[in-house]
């Protein structure tokens, strides 16, 4: 039973940001309520799962990995994604240098503002137009939550270290403070936040709106990439290096069974990211397509444990063991994604520069 109710909850911590892309606010307050529960389920049956906090950094990094890449997808305002992609790295590099050095203070300073500020535009985006909203109004948002919201919250977690179920159960006016807190932020947003948003502009919106027409299918994102040139050697490739190779160094101190130091893994990382951008370049040329994201995910990890199968052959004499595996999975997913919503950024980029 104890197995069960621990793969239930690894399972829906990791299939629920799959669902981030299409159905941005209600999967990814999922994904909070997820988080914030994952103990609470443990506890009330009875089981502490050794090396939890491990799987639970892990997942939380890759739900919000999952948020950022939707951003491409879906968000039109440039200039909330600009905002929310530095967001995004910022507190990348943070959770890096938390893992390097051990400094939890790091983590206050590097707050996670990014999901806030997703959960804001999201929210903003369901009853409210987003494009006429400028760099200003979206820097000033991330502003107020950066300090009012995510350092107050991170000092609490990562400084005092204090858990909020203990601190109701040791102290009697914990319960009335929290009350006064949560009344005192729903008069603010309901009194002054929602009223400088504007009349009401369209019906309850909570599906992801469409794919740019011409870069709806693969077949098309595969024309213009063809088209565009340069696609290995390129800003988009060096991003998806440096995106896929903090995750990695990432989860290798989270997990156990990884003997590589943090520079080779990063290396490793950035080399399979660059083949995969050759191989996906060959591919567009050839025209082989293969609509289905899950499918695609599914051919890129075969190709990727072929290379490793066939380096290992000639060079090390290994087999493919768990732990690389689960990196080749990482990889294949997340640069499956970036391929595909990359090109709606690129769209919106060259519509707004006229060309």
Not at 101 to 122: H, Q, S
Not at 190 to 211: C, K, Q, Y
């Amino acid at each position: 039973m104890e197995d069960v109710v621990f793969l239930a909850v690894i399972g829906g911590r990791f299939l629920v940001p799959l669902l981030i892309p299409r159905f941005p606010l209600p999967a990814i307050i999922g994904c909070l309520v997820l988080d914030a529960a994952d103990q609470t389920i443990f506890q009330a049956f009875g089981y502490d799962p050794p090396g939890y906090q491990s799987y639970d950094k892990a997942m939380d990094v890759f739900y919000l990995a999952i948020a950022y890449l939707a951003t491409m997808r879906n968000w039109q305002n440039l200039a909330a994604y600009s905002v929310g992609r530095f967001l995004y790295f910022y507190r990348l590099a943070g959770v890096f240098l938390f893992e390097m050095t051990g400094a939890r203070a790091v983590l206050l300073i590097f707050p996670n503002t990014f999901e806030y500020f997703f959960i804001a535009y999201e929210a903003i985006r369901t009853r409210w137009a987003v494009l006429a909203r400028t760099l200003t109004w979206w820097v000033v948002l991330a502003g107020i939550i950066w300090v009012f919201v995510k350092l107050p919250q991170e000092y609490w977690l990562h400084v005092a270290k204090l858990d909020v179920t203990d601190t109701l159960e040791e102290y009697w006016w914990a319960w009335p403070l929290l009350i006064a807190v949560v009344l005192g932020a729903a008069a603010l947003l309901w009194f002054v936040a929602i009223p400088r948003l504007g009349p009401i502009e369209h019906g309850w919106r909570f599906t992801s709106d469409p794919m740019p027409a011409s870069v709806a299918t693969v077949a098309s994102q595969a024309t213009r990439r063809v088209e565009a040139g340069g696609f290995v050697w390129s800003w988009v490739t060096f991003e998806k290096v440096f995106l896929v190779g903090l995750i990695s160094v990432i989860y290798s101190q989270t997990l156990p069974g990884i003997t590589a130091s943090n520079t080779e893994l990063f290396v490793y990382v950035a080399t399979f990211v660059v083949l995969n951008a050759a191989i996906t370049l060959l591919v567009s040329r050839r025209e082989w397509t293969i609509e289905s994201a899950g499918l695609a995910v599914l051919a890129r990890i075969a190709v990727n444990v072929a290379l490793v199968t066939v380096t290992y052959f000639f060079f090390d004499e290994r087999s493919v063991g768990w732990d690389t595996l689960f990196f080749l999975s990482l990889i294949s997913l997340i640069t499956t994604l970036h391929d595909r919503y990359q090109p709606a950024l690129a769209y919106r980029q060259r519509e707004r520069a006229g060309l």
